[in-house]
């Protein structure tokens, strides 16, 4: 029921205009920021869809430019280890040719001129940056040269010659997502790529005794193993073989000491993260130590990289070793091109996925893409035509309410 009042109408028409300039107000908004939702109440259900349609489209899209920017790593690192592979193969055809001892002394001396040249350009690519100057082979220490050159007197030459390559990264792996919960690593380890043989370990401490006197935490090559208070040298042989690290761990039948062996070409590293079993072991020095280069006194390694291995080669053409050529050192070398050639091959492997998941994440773009649209996206001809309706209906309740009140002051001037 209304009462009539002298308001009545004035009330009534000024809501109608206000109610109009509001719908008309909306219409002119969703034209412009062409989204049909303009507040979370318009449509409740379609807002909620539409936010997560817009996160998931955004981390797609992110997705896809993980997934780029690891196919142009991939791709400039498998460039120098090809070349690095050309590299090998042009040292290991010199260590056939210095190996049928025919050549002078004289000769094998120029011969290791072109191999410490070859070595300069191995080690150049080990130390190879990418375009915004991080170092290609240095684990996640990006920021350090990947190797180190130490200098020195080298019989057989009367200059200073590269005698020592240390690595200066880590053997850390950066893990990149390119899916909801589904990672790339990205494992540029030097200590691996530029490795020539499996590395053998061979402890000097007798360890049939030896107990673990408190719970502590070892690292064997990156993975970490707990041990417990009570353990002993079985147990922790049985731990580090069942880690699923690239390490397998065995006593010695005759000093009793623990010896460890890499499963493939690479620098096996060994701490301590919490408390002292390896040094206990006699394995490593101290905590303060960091690997590789921490091992202790006593310790017998085995397993170079290829930089040990040209640098016996070239040392052994200076002195003229045609035996050592022949056998230790082409041994080597063909170890560390098959290992060169695993390593390409999986580079070029992760290439691959990283490319196929850049492709996927853009189709998955492109159909989230029209979901929001679905979602969110103004239909133009609807609005378009909402909005001449509403503007008709504003022009018609205007003129309808200046027909209503067409006295003005004149009417009252007589």
Known sequence: MHRISSQMNNNNTQSSLRLQ??????????????????QLRDDPIAAGHLVRY????????????????????????????????????????????????????EDMKNMASEVDELLKALIQNANAVSADGNSIFAGTNTKATAFDVEMGNVEGSGIPLIQNVRYNGNIEVNKIEVDEHKYIDNDNAGVKTFWAENQQIFGARDASAWQASSDGIISVDGVEIRINQGDNIYALVAKINDS??????????????????????????????????????GIIKDSSQRPPYNLGDGVRVSGGSMFDTVIAFRNALLSGDHEMI????????DKGIDSLVTRIAKS?????????????????????????????????????????????????TLSQAGKMYSSTLLNYMK
């Open 244 to 281: 699923g690290a690239a390490v397998k761990a065995s006593v010695d039948p005759v000093r009793n000491a623990l010896n460890l062996s890499t499963t493939d070409a690479r620098q096996l590293w060994l701490n301590d993260v919490e408390g002292n079993a390896l040094n206990e072991l």
């Open 54 to 105: 817009q996160s998931f489209l955004n981390r797609v899209n992110q997705f896809e430019k993980n997934s780029l920017r690891l196919t142009d790593e991939f791709a400039l690192r498998e460039g120098y280890m090809t070349d690095s592979l050309d590299i090998m193969q042009r040292i290991r055809e010199l260590a056939v040719t210095g190996a049928n001892g025919i050549y002078t002394d």
């Open 21 to 38: 300039e509001s719908r008309l107000n909306k219409a002119n908004n969703q034209i412009g920021s062409q989204q049909k939702i303009q």
């Open 326 to 333: 022949g056998g230790r050192v082409l041994g080597a070398l």
């Open 348 to 396: 070029g492997s992760e290439y691959e996925r990283a490319q196929l998941n850049a492709t996927r994440n853009s189709k998955l773009a492109l159909d989230v893409t029209q979901m929001v649209s679905r979602e969110g996206d103004l239909d133009f001809t609807k609005a378009i035509t909402d909005l001449k309706m509403l503007d008709y209906t504003n022009q018609a």
